[in-house]
């Protein structure tokens, strides 16, 4: 029974390692790893790469990839960086208030 489960947290090991080469890779893939903090230049690109995301091109992996990317950007922030993330989406991203009152 032992051997099994020496198995079992080889391949969760083995899985953790893979997750963090697939963060790693993703942020890479996107120009590199954004501040903690996200400061505005890091806005700025954070923004466009959410556009890219939205835009929706190259079908649906390729939609899939760049959703996962943008979640390996989130997950390397920190508390003040993801708040100015969520504070982008909202302002760049969020709904037309003046439609809405309008429909």
Do not use: K, N
Not at 49 to 66: H, K, M, P, T
Not at 80 to 86: D, L, P, V, W
């Amino acid at each position: 029974m032992s051997g099994g489960a020496g198995l079992f947290e080889r391949t969760r090991e083995g899985l953790r390692r893979a997750v963090r080469g697939v963060t790693q890779a993703a942020r890479a893939a996107w120009g590199g790893g954004f501040d903690p903090a996200l400061p505005e230049a890091d806005r700025d690109r954070l923004e466009r790469r959410i556009a890219e995301c939205l835009a929706g091109r190259g079908g649906e992996v390729s939609a899939r990839q760049r959703a996962a990317e943008l979640a390996a950007i989130y997950g390397g922030l920190g508390a003040e960086g993801r708040e100015r993330f969520f504070d982008l989406l909202a302002r760049r991203f969020g709904p037309d208030r003046a439609a809405i009152d309008a429909a």
